[in-house]
């Protein structure tokens, strides 16, 4: 069975600093894990996804992801952040079965001070 | 672009009502699937559905079934809406293999 840690449900930074929201997950087949950000009243948009290619994957908006098997981490990075980055964030993870249903993270919401 | 539509952003029913939650996906995907999402918790699965007529239970499928007829529409249904079901109600469909979910904007449910 999977399952997915966010550690932090809420992350503040300012403009311009590092951003670093934290997943662990557990899984017992080899996993795929996304990274999702949600607007307020809207739905969820993919961020980046990892599928056992390459460890470090890049995503939309300046996001990337690094996958670390020995730790069962897959945590998300900004090098900047803007403004524009505050949101709620959700991590999931899914075995590779092909009905593929995710589960996710309880959530981090981050907020960029100015 | 993958599309999810959601029929309503909010929705306001009264408790013991019958409601139903409408969802349609335009990219002939197999796999359907309705999540609440409520704060502090994430987003917790309730239906999914990985063909026409097929439906397997979530994590929390007390006081919900679900309804799909044809493959691009999957309908949640609450038999007898209660104050516990007011929640943010979102769809997603799937392609096979490793693709992504694609969700639509989201249901705002109160139940008073």
């Known amino acids: 069975a999977q399952s997915v840690t966010q550690l932090g449900s809420h992350v503040s930074v300012s403009e311009g600093a590092l951003v670093l929201l934290r997943c662990n997950y557990s899984?017992?087949?080899?996993?795929?894990l996304f990274w999702y950000v949600q607007y307020p009243n809207q739905g969820l948009q993919l961020l980046l996804k990892y599928t056992s290619a390459a460890t470090l994957v890049k995503g939309i908006n300046g996001f990337e992801a690094e996958f670390k098997k020995s730790e069962t981490s897959f945590h998300l990075t900004k090098p900047s952040a803007h403004m524009s980055d505050a949101a709620e964030y959700f991590c999931a993870v899914t075995g590779s079965s092909n009905t593929g249903k995710l589960i996710f993270g309880q959530g981090t919401t981050l907020q960029v001070k100015p | 672009d993958v599309k999810v539509t959601q029929s309503s952003r909010y929705l306001v029913k009264r408790t013991g009502e019958k409601v139903f939650l409408e969802c349609v996906q335009d990219?002939?995907?197999?796999?359907m699937f309705w999540y609440r999402q409520d704060p502090g918790l994430g987003l917790r699965l309730i239906y999914f559905?990985?063909?026409?007529?097929?439906?397997e239970k979530g994590d929390i499928p007390e006081g919900y079934s679900v309804s799909r007829e044809k493959k691009e529409r999957f309908s949640l249904i609450l038999e007898s809406a209660s104050t516990n079901q007011t929640s943010m109600y979102l769809c997603a469909s799937r392609g096979g293999g490793n693709s992504p979910l694609h969700f639509g904007n989201g249901t705002r449910l109160t139940v008073t």
């Open positions: 990219m002939d995907h197999e796999n």
């Open positions: 899984s017992s087949v080899p996993p795929y």
């Open positions: 559905s990985y063909d026409v007529k097929m439906k």
